[in-house]
Structure formats: structure tokens, C-alpha cells
């Protein structure tokens, strides 16, 4: 008999991002940031784990001001970044997204209210939605001085406002490498819209993003994957 470890550790590489039984994750409006992000003129690329990177991509996909998104694993190493090793939870892979904005139509701090409201749950640790292990960490993942300066106050900040009734417990993480996943996840909510998943998860995030950010929602989808 293989140790129960081994056998849990094999079941979450088989499930991967699993629809479950729950009702969608509710948003929550978070607050509009007091340290705005400070931030030269040009395109700005930025890391954000949230969980199942289907879902953070959705969203980002439809959000005014950026123009490129990539799903993939930040952290580990090269070898076993993939979605079936990275999904036993056992090799510090997060699934993330890595994107890129411009900041004279989305700012940092924007980008992390949206991400905040709509996307990840920050007072879970090693989870989101039905989604559970090490690999679904919610994670902020500066790539300047400047947008760690804004997310350590926003994090604080949201500590602060009462607007989760549990503890904020979602962490500012040194970039190491990202890596990007294999082709079948890039775009993977507009060339899968029946699947279960993201019927139940993906969408009402983005749903959500018109409700509660118009003026930041896109209607179309932003289509990067270079295979179609």
C-alpha cells in the first residue's frame, strides 16, 4: 500500500482546478489604495499568484490596460514546472500570471484592488475557492521597489479596514522565476467556456469586474495564446 501521502499528493495531480460542490467565491469591494503607485511612463510588467491561474487570468484578460497575460508557475525550479508535478503541492510552484500593464490607464495599486475584490480571497492560506494546496497560495510578486513599496501598504491597509472579518494572510513573495505553463492553459476560459470550472468560478469573477470596476472592464477577451 503506497503511504497516504503519496496517494493524496497523486489524487491532486489527477483533479487539478476542480468546479467542487461550493457556490462561487463572493467579491468583496476592497478599498481604493492610499499609496498610489508611483510609476514612469512605458509598460510595466507585474506577478500575481491567486489560485487556479484560470481564474486570475479570466479576469485580468478583460481589464483595461493590459495588454498581455501569461499563465504559469512562479517559484521552484525549471524541472518541475509543470501543471502535473506542481499540482502535488510538493514543488513551491504557485500557480500565477504573469502581465503586463501600462500605468497611464491601470496603475499598480489599481491592478491590486481589482485582484483583491474580485479574484483572490487574501485571509485563506494554501487555498482558493475549491482549489487547495501550497500551489493555490494567494501571493504578491513585485518585479520594482516600487510596486513592493505599494503592496506592502495595501496590505497593510486592507489589515486595517474591517472590510474581511478574518486576518489578511496573503504575502508579499520574492521573485525567483516564472515559468510559463503548457499551451492548453494560456486563454483557457475563452477555449473552454463549457467546462464546469469555469462556469462556476471564472466567469463570476469577470462578472463581478463589470459590476464592481466598469470603468476598468474590457467586453472582449484578450487573446494571447500563440498557438490559434
Same mark, same amino acid.
Not at 495595501?154 to 486576518?167: C, D, I, T
Given at each position: 500500500?503506497?503511504?497516504? +501521502? ?16 461550493? *457556490?462561487?467565491? =463572493? *467579491? $468583496? ?7 498610489? !503607485?508611483? /510609476?514612469? &511612463?512605458?509598460? =510595466?510588467?507585474? $506577478? ?16 483595461? +490596460?493590459? *495588454? ?7 517559484? +521552484? ?6 501543471? !502535473? ?8 510552484? &504557485?500557480?500565477?500570471? /504573469?502581465?503586463? %500593464? ?26 482558493? +475557492? ?20 505599494? !503592496? ?26 516564472? %515559468?510559463?505553463? /503548457?499551451?492548453?492553459?494560456?486563454? %483557457? ?12 468560478? *471564472?466567469?463570476?469573477? $469577470? ?22
Amino acid at each position: 500500500m503506497k503511504p497516504l +501521502g503519496l496517494i493524496a499528493a497523486l489524487a491532486i495531480t489527477l483533479m487539478g482546478c476542480q468546479a467542487g460542490s461550493a *457556490s462561487a467565491q =463572493k *467579491s $468583496v469591494e476592497a478599498p481604493a489604495a492610499n499609496r498610489v !503607485a508611483d /510609476e514612469d &511612463a512605458g509598460l =510595466k510588467k507585474a $506577478v500575481f499568484a491567486g489560485g487556479c491561474f484560470w481564474c486570475v487570468e479570466a479576469v485580468f484578460s478583460h481589464t483595461k +490596460g493590459i *495588454s498581455a497575460i501569461v499563465s504559469g508557475y512562479h517559484g +521552484g525550479s525549471a524541472a518541475t514546472a509543470t501543471y !502535473a508535478a506542481s499540482n502535488t503541492g510538493l514543488t513551491g510552484h &504557485a500557480e500565477a500570471v /504573469e502581465i503586463i %500593464y501600462d500605468p497611464a490607464v491601470i496603475r499598480y495599486d489599481q491592478v491590486l484592488q481589482i485582484f483583491f475584490s474580485v479574484v483572490a480571497d487574501p485571509t485563506l492560506t494554501d487555498r482558493q +475557492g475549491p482549489d487547495i494546496g501550497p500551489q493555490y497560495r494567494a501571493a504578491l510578486v513585485p518585479l520594482s521597489p516600487e510596486q513592493r513599496e505599494v !503592496a506592502a501598504a495595501y496590505l497593510a491597509q486592507m489589515q486595517a479596514s474591517g472590510k474581511w472579518a478574518n486576518p489578511i494572510v496573503t504575502e508579499i513573495e520574492d521573485y525567483i522565476q516564472f %515559468y510559463p505553463a /503548457e499551451d492548453y492553459h494560456q486563454d %483557457y476560459v475563452v477555449r473552454n467556456p463549457s467546462n464546469p470550472y469555469v462556469q462556476v468560478w *471564472s466567469v463570476p469573477k $469577470v462578472e463581478a469586474l463589470e459590476n464592481l470596476f466598469p470603468e476598468f472592464y474590457r467586453a472582449e477577451f484578450l487573446r494571447d495564446f500563440a498557438g490559434e
